[in-house]
């Protein structure tokens, strides 16, 4: 579930085939320069400052959309966040809610074991890497969700956090991300 459209504008076969489990996605740009190279920086080399630009990328395009119930960070294993020191989807969350002036719930879901990074894995191979990743115990029942993290590729990640979120009674799970890797 790549969450691409084709050349014609269509879903493509694989999606048809594997539905996502979150109904909508927002992708400001596409992941490429300068995009990916700020969303590097942030990432890798802790530069913050790129927080404010990127979200803000992004709250201009959800802008344009029905506004969520709630607006949830993509969690971070601990492991990750104690070598990273921060959670870039969480500072983007918390920017691009206080920019659309929407509810905020960093603490909802929670990253339940550490799993080798997405982007070090061949696209096949994501889906079963994050399977069972995260958890949630609170009531979601007839949420709209949005679901903030830095960059799309597969869709895998997002698409296991939204089962979650969905069988806590979320009505709706949309991704709200900066960047969307197109796929090949």
């Known amino acids: 579930m790549c969450a691409n459209l ?8 694989e999606c048809l ?5 979150f ?3 927002i992708a400001a740009v596409s992941y490429r320069f300068p995009v990916d190279a700020a969303i590097q920086r942030l990432k890798y080399g802790a530069e913050l400052t790129t927080v404010g630009p990127l979200a803000s990328l992004l709250a201009e395009r959800a802008a344009q959309e029905r506004r969520p119930d709630l607006v949830v960070a993509m969690p971070m294993a601990p492991q990750r966040l104690r070598e990273r020191g921060f959670n870039q ?6 920017a691009v809610a206080a920019h659309l002036r929407l509810n905020l719930a960093l603490d909802l879901c ?5 799993t080798a990074p997405q982007a070090a894995l061949p696209w096949k191979e994501r889906r079963r890497n994050i399977s069972g990743a995260f958890a949630c115990e609170s009531d979601l029942t007839g949420a709209l969700v ?5 960059v799309l590729t597969t869709g895998a990640t997002l698409n296991e956090l939204a089962a979650v979120l969905l069988s806590r009674g979320a009505a709706e799970v949309w991704g709200w991300v900066v960047a969307r ?3 090949p």
């Open 146 to 150: 949005a679901v903030v993290d830095d």
């Open 89 to 94: 989807a969480q500072e983007l969350a918390r």
């Open 17 to 21: 085939v594997h539905p996502p489990r």
């Open 6 to 13: 084709g050349e014609d504008g269509r879903v493509c076969g």
């Open 181 to 183: 890797t197109e796929k």
């Open 110 to 114: 929670r990253r339940t074991r550490h």
């Open 23 to 25: 109904s909508h996605l």
